[in-house]
């Protein structure tokens, strides 16, 4: 089945076009755009460039997924109300992720700590091992965030600037060691394949669950 994957939880606005077959998934085509916090004028264009890019329509489309953050209402909003008005138009089932689970999942194995911007100098942070989550997503400043040995891995910061590397021991060396990579070129990527978890509940234009700030240790 087609499947068309959204994220505008982090700075970075991405749509990514996907067969999901019985054998894995195939990505087709990738859009992600950095910088600034005009989401509402990225994500439409970026959807269109990845279905004129594969020859494809809305109507071929066969699921929806969403990333549910955590991240800044504004922006994540635009993900969500996409997600919901092409479920609720085409008809089709509507998928959420956790971006942070993404980032994870697409991290590859061992022991990683994932964060994204949460402003305010602040972080949204989980920890992952082989791609499973460890911890609830939480907030906090970069220096508290105690996770013990961890590669690090993240989302584009708002200034747009990507970056890739290692931290040794998370606590305090956090802040300068942090990998930002976009969540849309790698772990976007893998979004569609969560497309089968048992949805919380899955149909036509269901609104996928959102994270924030206030409500990151769960969903609402």
């Known amino acids: 089945m087609l499947v068309l994957g959204v994220d505008t939880a982090t ?30 004028e990225r994500l439409a264009p970026a959807i269109e460039t990845v279905l004129t890019a594969t020859r494809h329509v809305p109507a071929d489309l066969a699921a929806v997924v969403a990333g549910t953050g955590p991240g800044p209402f504004t922006g994540l ?27 994870g999942a697409a991290a590859g194995p061992g022991r990683v700590l994932v964060a994204t911007d949460a ?13 499973v989550r460890q911890t609830e997503p939480a907030v906090a400043k970069p ?10 891995a993240g989302g584009a910061p708002a200034g747009g600037r990507v970056s890739s590397g290692r931290s040794g021991t998370a606590p305090r060396s956090t802040r300068r060691s942090l990998a930002c990579r976009s969540p849309t070129s790698r772990a976007t990527r893998s979004v569609p394949r969560w497309s089968r978890w048992p949805p919380t509940g899955s149909g036509p234009g269901r609104r996928p669950r959102r994270w924030s700030r206030g409500t990151c240790a769960g969903p609402t």
């Not at 109300?81 to 959420?96: E, M, N």
């Not at 402003?119 to 791609?131: K, N, Q, S």
């Not at 220096?143 to 690090?152: N, Q, S």
């Open 143 to 152: 220096a508290d965030v105690a996770t013990g040995p961890a590669m690090a």
């Open 77 to 103: 909003r635009v993900g969500l109300v996409t997600a919901t008005a092409l479920g609720q138009t085409l008809a089709i089932p509507t998928y959420d992720v956790c971006t942070l689970d993404a980032l």
């Open 11 to 40: 700075a970075a606005v991405t749509a990514v076009l996907a067969e999901v077959t019985d054998d894995g998934v195939r990505e087709l085509a990738t859009e992600v755009t950095v910088g600034g916090q005009a989401h509402g």
């Open 119 to 131: 402003r305010r100098r602040e972080i949204y942070w989980a920890v992952y091992l082989d791609g």
